[in-house]
């Protein structure tokens, strides 16, 4: 069966970095495209960033383009999310999307 499971996230100071990573199994990595999506506290689920199978081509929400940055080893099996500049709205539940199945998320916190 598909499971996915984020790692990494943490609290952290306002302007701070982090990186998750989503380690994937069950289908072919390689072949599908991935997704980070998050929730913060009382809101509805938001997408972040999409990467294609390949890695070619990767998109961003307007709200972390520029301080986002999604890589995938398809070696390893594994999607990564390097979060630079970190703002307190960046507060939330972080999931790894793929193979039409959302993993178990990583809690990220943003504050002084």
Do not use: H
Request: aromatic share 10%; with cysteine.
């Amino acid at each position: 069966d598909v499971q996915l499971q984020a790692f990494g996230g943490g609290l952290v100071q306002p302007g701070g970095s982090l990186t998750l990573a989503c380690v994937a199994s069950g289908f072919t990595f390689s072949d599908y495209g991935l997704s980070w999506v998050r929730q913060a506290p009382g809101k509805e689920i938001e997408w972040v960033s999409f990467i294609k199978s390949g890695g070619d081509i990767t998109t961003y929400a307007p709200s972390v383009k520029g301080r986002f940055t999604i890589s995938r080893d398809d070696a390893k099996n594994t999607l990564y999310l390097q979060m630079n500049n970190l703002k307190p709205e960046d507060t939330a539940v972080y999931y790894c999307q793929g193979a039409a199945v959302r993993g178990q998320g990583t809690q990220v916190t943003v504050s002084s």
